[in-house]
């Protein structure tokens, strides 16, 4: 009888663990081949790469030459861990090396799984050295994580462009990319990038992860998506944060979510749902959907009747960790029927603090908001990507702990001249254009949606030295409007201008707290 080797086989276990080369967050600046030579010497002397992970550090392009050429002894690399390379890189540098790096491990004939270029402002420029790579026979990748890399429109069609020709290749060749994971949060995809995407993941259909935060993406581009998402049946993570689904796009993915029943966490958080999008989810959701874990739904201006009705969804849902409903519009009475029933359930314990909740509507207008949000697509702005406004703004002055008004200047109001006669709608314009010229026929351009919209260009404005000006400044747009003798923009303008104010409260405490603890 045959003795059991178990020191054998404890080294061929060993032999298959991932073996490989980190300088993770060591802040080098290769910026050639000799200050390249650790990485490339680290490189040399490893007999099995598997991974190289070069995060935190600046790479140049004689530095990616030379690290290429070494990448070329090793057929065997799978895991190019590459987030945060390429930090004070012109783009067009960021371009030649990507395309030195493709071309070594195209070179070496790897079979890549793994690709992360996150936190690389390399933007449609740089795709040019990336689809190097992806027009490669790359056909192993399972895992592409491309966030915060500033792709825009043009950026995301040659993403996809790149993606299905190396499909259709692989295909050919016997063996179909078989992708899992797909990360491409804050990337200004917007509908047009988002749709070229679309038609990837419904050509592939093995995907078990998306992750796409944050890319000002509306109903027609979240309908393009929920179809797709439908032709992946092992999808376990869904990840549209702050984007614009609206009740339009909520009905899209309730439509697809009977067709992913292996969801494990689902994120739709701050993508104004609103009650009917909520109810619309939570109705797709009753049935099936037992594998789920996480649910994120805050901030969507939720009122009690939906927040019920997701409750309800879930009671069956036996594999729940965490749901989050913070930020909604319960207030005091409808956070206690929700905590009511997730104790009726037994879920009190997986349910976060429903705070930030913003009470519930002060008026009718509040109540009827959910029926404006049935805009037709033409009047969805196709670039809600916001930048800052291009009106000059006062610098601001840290105020002490007796927080005075902010002193405005003539700039702020160069634009507040407003024709009170019958406004004629322009064709849709985003935020940005009505900021600029903020006119009553540009105000119903907006569309039925544009209190969301306003209202979100102020949530989104970065917490910095001049978040004052820029809050203030666009209240005060919005304020000169309210004195029209149109109801229809009187009424959306007083309502704004009412949540804008509460949003200039909040801060106002908020910084009050800071100065009392400083």
Not at 41 to 46: G, H
Not at 240 to 256: F, P, R, V, W, Y
Not at 386 to 394: F, G, L, Q, Y
Request: aromatic share 6%; with cysteine.
């Amino acid at each position: 009888m045959a003795s059991f080797k178990f020191d054998e086989l404890i080294s061929e276990i060993s032999s298959t663990a991932d073996s490989g080369v980190s300088f993770s967050g060591k802040g080098l600046k290769l910026d050639d081949a000799s200050s390249a030579e650790p990485v490339v010497s680290a490189i040399n002397n490893c007999k099995s790469l598997n991974y190289l992970n070069l995060e935190g550090n600046t790479l140049g392009v004689e530095a990616a030459e030379a690290i290429a050429k070494a990448l070329e002894k090793h057929p065997e690399f799978k895991k190019a861990l590459w987030k945060d390379l390429f930090t004070g890189r012109m783009k067009t540098e960021i371009t030649k090396a990507l395309h030195h790096l493709g071309t070594g491990m195209i070179n070496a004939n790897t079979r890549l799984t793994v690709l992360d270029l996150s936190d690389n402002a390399f933007g449609p420029n740089g795709m040019e050295g990336l689809v190097v790579l992806l027009d490669s026979p790359c056909y192993a990748l399972e895992e592409l994580r491309l966030n915060n890399n500033g792709l825009g429109i043009g950026g995301g069609r040659m993403l996809a462009k790149a993606l299905l020709d190396c499909y259709h290749s692989s295909k050919k060749c016997g063996k179909p990319l078989s992708l899992k994971v797909f990360v491409a949060g804050r990337n200004r995809l917007e509908n047009e990038g988002s749709k070229a995407l679309a038609e990837v993941f419904k050509t592939i259909g093995t995907l078990e992860e998306i992750s796409m935060p944050q890319n000002g993406i509306y109903a027609p581009g979240i309908t393009a998506l929920s179809e797709a998402f439908a032709m992946n049946k092992n999808l376990r993570v869904l990840n549209l944060n702050d984007n614009t689904i609206g009740e339009k796009g909520a009905k899209a993915i309730a439509k697809a979510l009977p067709h992913m029943a292996q969801l494990e966490e689902i994120n739709f958080g701050d993508c104004l749902l609103k009650t009917p999008g909520a109810t619309a989810i939570a109705n797709a959701l009753k049935q099936n959907h037992i594998k789920l874990e996480t649910l994120v739904l805050g901030f969507n201006e939720i009122m009690t009747p939906g927040g019920l009705s997701i409750v309800e969804a879930l009671q069956n849902k036996t594999n729940l960790k965490s749901v989050v409903l913070d930020g909604n519009q319960f207030g005091e009475a409808g956070k206690a029927k929700i905590l009511a029933e997730m104790q009726k359930y037994g879920h009190d314990n997986i349910l976060g603090s429903l705070s930030d909740d913003e009470g519930e509507p002060d008026d009718e207008s509040d109540v009827n908001s959910d029926e404006e949000s049935e805009a037709s697509e033409d009047e969805y702005p196709e670039a809600p990507v916001i930048t800052p406004t291009s009106t000059p703004i006062a610098p601001i002055v840290k105020p002490t702990v007796a927080l005075a008004a902010p002193k405005l200047q003539p700039s702020m109001l160069n634009n507040l001249s407003i024709n009170f006669m019958s406004p004629t709608p322009s064709k849709s314009i985003n935020v940005e254009e009505f900021l600029q010229n903020p006119s009553q026929s540009n105000f119903l351009a907006l569309g039925n949606d544009r209190e969301s919209i306003i209202l979100k260009e102020a949530k989104d404005l970065p917490k910095d030295e001049e978040y004052l000006n820029k809050l203030t400044s666009i209240l005060m747009k919005v304020s000169g409007l309210c004195k029209s003798s149109d109801k229809t923009i009187t009424q959306s303008a007083t309502n704004i201008a009412v949540k804008l104010y509460k949003e200039l409260f909040i801060w106002s405490k908020n910084e009050k707290k800071k100065l009392l603890t400083e």
